[in-house]
């Protein structure tokens, strides 16, 4: 896959692509089977296939002060694109002056001049130009006036569950990791860099590293049973989303406990694979009830995950 990191700065030829268009949050089996669509149709006609996606997402351009809760980041969502059977990868600056485009100049520059398309492949919910003014409908209308046509992809469905970023945001938000790697169709998973603490977790037998992530969206506060990747090695781990009841913080901390790990990794990157919810968190009356519910957890988490390792 070639990766073309701003349309603007490439042409390509006149009605030579099929080209998806979407944010695309997730690259869920909805998005992939969209994907696979418009491979399907270049290849037919011998053309190249496209995604055109956009950075940073434009609800963060149009509304700076809300969190928008992203499944993955936007080099996530890179790997994840680019590992999908599609010939180009153009991303769109999603600037001002990108999103002041009508529909009608989004539709001639971006589309037809820029990226060439001859099909534009869209879910039946999209909505394109300033103030999210045009339309499917007026999508097909702005290609027979530019050159192109549209495929609207049906909706995809999971055991009779339509799958969308949305709803694999709020199973998440429910701590409902067995149900969100279903709709992903790949682990649910998280990565961030290893920052210092308070050091409690040390002081009381099971020290944690302390984790700060581009992603806004985590898991349900609670405990997990995790995989933990670092430096291409895989380790069992438990992880605690939340605030620490039994110290009264009040502040969300991320923070996992590596099972048979004692390297410094302050200053190094993570990968978190959440396999299951162990439990919410709980307050304690002491260090000693704290360090035998901990105990608990790293037991129920290596019982889990050397079941997965077996399977």
Same mark, same amino acid.
């Given at each position: 896959?070639?990766?073309?990191?701003?349309?603007?700065?490439?042409?390509?030829?006149?009605?030579?692509?099929?080209?998806?268009?979407?944010?695309?949050?997730?690259?869920?089996?909805?998005?992939?089977?969209?994907?696979?669509?418009?491979?399907?149709?270049?290849?037919?006609?011998?053309?190249?296939?496209?995604?055109?996606?956009?950075?940073?997402?434009?609800?963060?351009?149009?509304?700076?002060?809300?969190?928008?809760?992203?499944?993955?980041?936007?080099?996530?969502?890179?790997?994840?694109?680019?590992?999908?059977?599609?010939?180009?990868?153009?991303?769109?600056?999603?600037?001002?002056?990108?999103?002041?485009?009508?529909?009608?100049?989004?539709?001639?520059?971006?589309?037809?001049?820029?990226?060439?398309?001859?099909?534009?492949?869209?879910?039946?919910?999209?909505?394109?130009?300033?103030?999210?003014?045009?339309?499917?409908?007026?999508?097909?209308?702005?290609?027979?006036?530019?050159?192109?046509?549209?495929?609207?992809?049906?909706?995809?469905?999971?055991?009779?569950?339509?799958?969308?970023?949305?709803?694999?945001?709020?199973?998440?938000?429910?701590?409902?990791?067995?149900?969100?790697?279903?709709?992903?169709?790949?682990?649910?998973?998280?990565?961030? *860099?290893?920052?210092?603490?308070?050091?409690? =977790? &040390?002081?009381?037998? /099971?020290?944690?590293?302390? !984790?700060?992530? %581009? @992603?806004?969206?985590?898991?349900?506060?609670?405990?997990?049973?995790?995989?933990?990747?670092?430096?291409?090695? *895989?380790?069992?781990?438990?992880?605690?989303? =939340? &605030?620490?009841?039994? /110290?009264?913080?009040?502040? !969300?901390?991320? %923070? @996992?406990?590596?099972?048979?790990?004692?390297?410094?990794?302050?200053?190094?990157?993570?990968?978190?694979?959440?396999?299951?919810?162990?439990?919410?968190?709980?307050?304690?009356?002491?260090?000693?009830?704290?360090?035998? !519910?901990?105990?608990?957890?790293?037991?129920?988490?290596?019982?889990?995950?050397?079941?997965?390792?077996?399977?």
């Amino acid at each position: 896959m070639q990766i073309y990191s701003n349309f603007r700065n490439h042409y390509f030829p006149p009605q030579s692509q099929v080209v998806a268009i979407g944010n695309f949050d997730g690259v869920h089996l909805g998005h992939r089977s969209l994907f696979a669509l418009a491979g399907r149709q270049a290849a037919a006609a011998g053309l190249q296939s496209a995604v055109l996606t956009f950075h940073p997402h434009p609800l963060k351009l149009l509304f700076p002060d809300r969190r928008i809760f992203l499944i993955t980041s936007f080099a996530r969502k890179v790997d994840l694109i680019s590992s999908s059977p599609i010939d180009n990868l153009v991303i769109a600056p999603f600037d001002h002056q990108f999103a002041d485009l009508t529909a009608d100049a989004f539709a001639d520059r971006v589309l037809a001049r820029h990226l060439g398309a001859a099909v534009v492949v869209v879910g039946s919910n999209y909505c394109f130009g300033r103030n999210r003014e045009g339309t499917v409908s007026r999508l097909s209308e702005l290609g027979e006036k530019y050159g192109f046509t549209v495929t609207v992809a049906p909706p995809f469905r999971l055991d009779g569950e339509l799958v969308s970023s949305t709803k694999i945001r709020e199973t998440i938000m429910q701590g409902e990791i067995e149900r969100a790697a279903r709709f992903l169709g790949r682990e649910c998973a998280i990565s961030g *860099r290893v920052v210092h603490g308070k050091g409690r =977790g &040390r002081g009381i037998g /099971f020290p944690t590293a302390n !984790l700060v992530s %581009e @992603v806004e969206l985590y898991p349900k506060e609670g405990v997990y049973a995790v995989w933990v990747e670092h430096n291409d090695q *895989r380790f069992m781990g438990v992880m605690n989303i =939340g &605030r620490n009841p039994t /110290f009264a913080d009040t502040g !969300l901390t991320v %923070e @996992v406990h590596i099972l048979d790990f004692a390297e410094d990794i302050y200053g190094d990157d993570l990968k978190i694979i959440f396999v299951k919810r162990l439990r919410s968190e709980k307050s304690c009356s002491g260090i000693e009830e704290l360090r035998a !519910l901990i105990a608990g957890d790293v037991a129920a988490a290596r019982n889990i995950l050397a079941f997965t390792l077996a399977t």
